[in-house]
């Protein structure tokens, strides 16, 4: 079984800073993408929105709106992602959510998520 579980959300000001975490456990070979995801209030989860991922190898990529506030990292040692934000707007309110692309024993390949962590922004 595979678990990720955020943490660092919170209440903050306009213009202020976060940093989120998502460890991940359980029986994991390895890890491919991993990455954060949000939903805004009022929005389905199919309306959830890539934020920022990272691949295995470091490669990143970012929503516009996101690009030169956020930035994603990881620890692979420690099957961690971790979303750096900064100059926080209102619009950035949402549940911000983690995905992994997990290599398992079973099943071999999944994307598993979080359950997600509130960041609410006033202005």
């Known amino acids: 079984q595979v678990q990720l579980v955020e943490s660092g959300g919170g209440l903050v000001q306009a213009g202020g800073s976060l940093r989120l975490s998502c460890a991940t456990s359980g029986s994991i070979f390895s890890i491919n993408a991993m990455g954060w995801y949000r939903q805004a209030p009022g929005k389905q989860r199919e309306q959830r929105e890539l934020?920022?991922?990272?691949?295995?190898?470091?490669?990143?990529l970012y929503e516009d709106s996101v690009k030169g506030r956020f930035t994603i990292s990881r620890d692979n040692a420690k099957n961690t992602v971790y979303l750096q934000m900064n100059s926080l707007k209102p619009e950035d309110t949402a549940v911000y959510y983690c995905?992994?692309?997990?290599?398992?024993?079973?099943?071999?390949?999944?994307?598993?998520w979080g359950k997600g962590t509130l960041v609410t922004v006033s202005s």
């Open positions: 934020v920022a991922a990272i691949t295995s190898g470091g490669g990143t």
């Open positions: 995905n992994a692309e997990v290599f398992s024993d079973y099943p071999p390949i999944k994307d598993y």
